[in-house]
């Protein structure tokens, strides 16, 4: 008798178990990272926690518009214990609920979308070996983030090493070869004077006579790589000095104080707009002692003030265009505004196939814009740092953890998942 009382309970005591089992499978089985500004309490870290995800081989779900562009993970000790040890606030969820989301999502009537990220990609930031993470806004926020990067420069690039990255992003460089127009106030400092010898010494030994030839070939190299496929983000001057060295491949517009011989007669008449992957009919800017490249550059043309310097995101079809609205995920549509010396784009030196992304209307200028170049797609932001309104030369870095909810640093951050996102034919 003993015996088969024991019996009993030992098989009401395993039923109980696996009923306790399915149980908290069915309700615990997907961990939600909220991004709306009062579900978390840090946007920037959330965005390392998926791309942590990603890298352990696990899929994703970005769950666009919902709740500020939300993130869907499996439900898994690991990952809530990282969500803790970098503070970023999640939510853990049912089977029931998931699914009750995922069918508000699908609805027709709800401009949402739930888009799968497969995989964590590879990044590459081009910028020069001595560079610290917080010269530039993209290397920083990825260093606070906790999303690992390599650094790749000149001599990378020219060796076809851009093939083995998925995303790549351009620091705030000068592909024309003017040492980013810093003549007339810095000319005699120590450290323009060192960063142009060190620019010639590369130039040399990777067999260019000069400096503007080499980074011509630089910028050569890294339009074939979106053209095959790449993804390609650009802040600041990289992106107008880019284009502008894409535009001018053929025609010698650096002075002598550059290059060591003037620069060709009318060569303004000779820039090529067809060549370029975002701006047109711009002119170049000819007095070396100008801080500005071109016309495209809108910072000596605004005429609003910093405390009124906010720019808008775009409002696109989540189902029929997703990539847009995955560029423009916040928990806000009004952005602050921020200085560089490309600060913001003429609308009207903008190609008609090139998405705008953000705009300043008071001011009618873009600030962020987007499109696709043969296979690849490119993205540019105007602005040095969107935490520093105006940075100048020697300022102190920006510490992003008094900044963690930043939605300018979170349209960067959109842009490194973008390339996990599982592909979709653009509608529009």
């Not at 926020?141 to 851009?162: C, G, H, Q, R, S």
Request: hydrophobic residues 35%.
């Amino acid at each position: 008798m003993m015996t088969m009382f024991l019996s009993k309970i030992k098989c009401k005591f395993l039923i109980c178990t696996l009923l306790f089992l399915f149980t908290f499978q069915s309700y615990a089985s997907y961990v939600l990272i909220p991004m709306d500004a009062d579900g978390q309490q840090n946007h920037l870290k959330a965005y390392g926690i998926t791309y942590w995800t990603l890298s352990k081989d696990l899929k994703v779900k970005w769950l666009l518009n919902y709740r500020g562009g939300s993130f869907l993970l499996p439900d898994t000790d690991d990952i809530k214990k990282e969500c803790t040890i970098r503070g970023v606030s999640y939510e853990v969820l049912s089977n029931t609920k998931t699914e009750e989301i995922l069918e508000e999502i699908s609805s027709p009537s709800k401009n949402m979308e739930a888009v799968i990220l497969e995989k964590a990609p590879k990044i590459a930031v081009y910028s020069p070996k001595g560079n610290q993470p917080w010269d530039d806004a993209v290397t920083m926020v990825l260093t606070f983030a906790e999303i690992p990067y390599e650094t790749i420069y000149d001599k990378e690039v020219l060796e076809d090493n851009l093939i083995l990255y998925d995303w790549l992003h351009l620091h705030h460089e000068d592909f024309t070869g003017q040492y980013g127009k810093f003549y007339a106030s810095y000319r005699a400092a120590p450290w323009y004077i060192k960063e142009k010898a060190n620019a010639e010494k590369l130039a040399f030994e990777l067999g260019y006579e000069k400096v503007s030839q080499e980074k011509l070939g630089v910028a050569l190299k890294i339009r074939d790589y979106v053209v095959g496929g790449g993804f390609m983000f650009a802040m600041c001057s990289a992106t107008d000095s880019f284009e502008i060295a894409l535009a001018s491949e053929d025609v010698d517009i650096c002075e002598p104080m550059f290059d060591g011989d003037p620069s060709e007669p009318g060569y303004q008449s000779k820039i090529d707009y067809n060549k370029t992957f975002a701006f047109k009919d711009f002119t170049l800017e000819r007095s070396p002692n100008v801080y500005e490249f071109s016309s495209i550059d809108m910072t000596r043309k605004r005429r609003i003030s910093k405390t009124t310097d906010y720019f808008t995101l775009m409002d696109f079809s989540a189902k029929w265009d997703p990539i847009p609205t995955m560029l423009c995920q916040n928990h806000t549509a009004l952005v602050k505004g921020f200085m560089g010396q490309t600060t913001a784009y003429d609308p009207s030196e903008i190609k008609s196939n090139v998405l705008v992304l953000g705009e300043n209307r008071t001011n009618n200028e873009a600030r962020y814009i987007h499109g696709i170049k043969g296979k690849g797609f490119f993205t540019f932001y105007g602005g040095h740092d969107p935490e520093d309104y105006q940075h100048r030369v020697g300022d102190p870095k920006t510490e992003l953890e008094l900044h963690p909810n930043s939605p300018g640093y979170r349209l960067i951050l959109n842009n490194v998942l973008f390339p996990a996102a599982k592909k979709k034919k653009q509608k529009t």
